[in-house]
């Protein structure tokens, strides 16, 4: 058992370093959240920093309980977590961009505008790829072929 002493300690050591690791991206995504202009730009704030740091999290409890019974109750938690996180940032971007909440000037390729359009029978706040390209105004893209 005496050997096994100094491995306790790196085992401590790594799951405090993966919990501060964890906590700054948690802090990344609350100041991305307060920061970013509109919903759109939020979700990466929302899921991406979440997932990472909660896989962190895991990974430092299953380090410092030592236990594959403490791994098997969190693994559900991870799968349960990168099951519903995407869903649930993709349906808060679904609605901001419904109620026109979002820049259209920021998006470089608009494609859900022709299906909203079609389905509400008018035109988004920033209007629609394919009204803008017919009247000749060069497009939310700005590509090379944006006004063509």
Request: proline share 8%.
């Amino acid at each position: 058992m005496i050997d096994a002493e100094p491995w306790i300690g790196i085992l401590d050591t790594v799951a405090a370093a993966l919990l501060i690791v964890a906590a700054l991206l948690t802090l990344a995504a609350a100041i991305g959240l307060v920061r970013f202009p509109d919903p759109l730009s939020r979700l990466h704030a929302a899921t991406k920093p979440q997932i990472l740091g909660l896989l962190l999290v895991v990974i430092a409890l299953a380090l410092s309980a030592r236990s594959w019974t403490v791994l098997l109750l969190l693994v559900p938690v991870v799968v349960f977590q990168l099951l519903t996180a995407p869903i649930s940032a993709h349906m808060v971007g679904r609605a901001g961009y419904r109620n026109g909440d979002f820049d259209p000037d920021a998006l470089l390729v608009d494609e859900l505008a022709p299906d909203v359009d079609a389905a509400r029978g008018t035109e988004l706040p920033g209007g629609s790829w394919t009204d803008e390209r017919s009247a000749g105004a060069p497009g939310p893209s700005k590509g090379p072929d944006a006004g063509s």
